[in-house]
Structure formats: C-alpha cells, structure tokens
C-alpha cells in the first residue's frame, strides 16, 4: 500500500459520512403550540391570506393545514400546524420549519405582528461612543 491510498481512503470515508447527514428527511413536519387566544381569532388569521402569506414566508410548504385543540388550563389552545413541504430536506429540517411557521402564527396571534429583524441594524457606528 502506498501513502496516498490511505489519504484517497480517508477522504472517501469522510465523503460518506458528511452524504449520511445530509440525506433527504421528511417532507411532512408537525409542531404544536398553546395560543392565548380564541380558536375563531387564531382561524381567521390563518385563513387571511396576507397573514398566512407571512407566516409561511421563505419556508417552501406546498400545503399546509392548522388544526386547533381545546383549551389547555392557563396556557391557552394548543394550535398545530402540519407542512408538506414541495423539495425534501435533509434531516429534522422539516420540523424546525414546521416550529418556525408555529411560532410565527402564535406570535401574529398574541401580539398582532411577526417578529422581525428587518430594519434592524446588527451594529451601530456609535456605539461604544460618549460612554466615558
């Protein structure tokens, strides 16, 4: 065996590793959440199709659905959102999107907007400045 046998060796063991991790997942997600609201107030802002529009903004769903169950003491309703998304992706991916779309519609829903960083800066020039 010569040297450079077992460096090709190595890198195609890791070739096949990195592959392994990012083969195709689920292209089906499911995430819950408990709303503090009224299920008629959490459907209609499901249904309005601005509102669904930025819910499911940058996530690739090709259907999804709400499905909202009864009251949970003081933690409110427990509101699922199922996603099929159009491409697979790879791993738990589709869960984390399915939790994002969730958090989204329980934000919209107790605080009337969607969390956003847009138009914030992520560092000011002052900053640091006149502290003294």
């Known amino acids: 065996m010569t040297p450079g046998t077992s460096t090709v060796r190595d890198v195609a063991d890791k070739a096949r590793h990195v592959i392994a991790k990012v083969r ?6 499911r995430r819950s ?5 009224d299920a008629e107030e959490i459907r209609a802002r499901w249904e309005d199709p601005q509102q669904r529009a930025a819910i499911l903004d940058g996530i690739p769903a090709e259907d999804a659905s709400l499905t909202i169950g009864d009251q949970d ?12 998304l159009s491409p697979p992706v ?5 869960q984390v999107l399915a939790g994002k ?3 989204r519609l329980k934000a919209l829903c107790e605080t009337g907007e969607i969390p956003s960083t847009e138009c914030n800066p992520s560092a000011r020039g002052d900053a640091g400045e006149g502290t003294s």
């Open 33 to 37: 959440l408990p709303i503090r609201c």
């Open 101 to 103: 779309a969730v958090r």
């Open 24 to 29: 195709p997942g689920s292209a089906s997600g």
């Open 73 to 84: 003491r003081d933690w409110g309703r427990t509101a699922t959102i199922n996603l099929e």
């Open 90 to 94: 790879p791993g738990t991916a589709t």
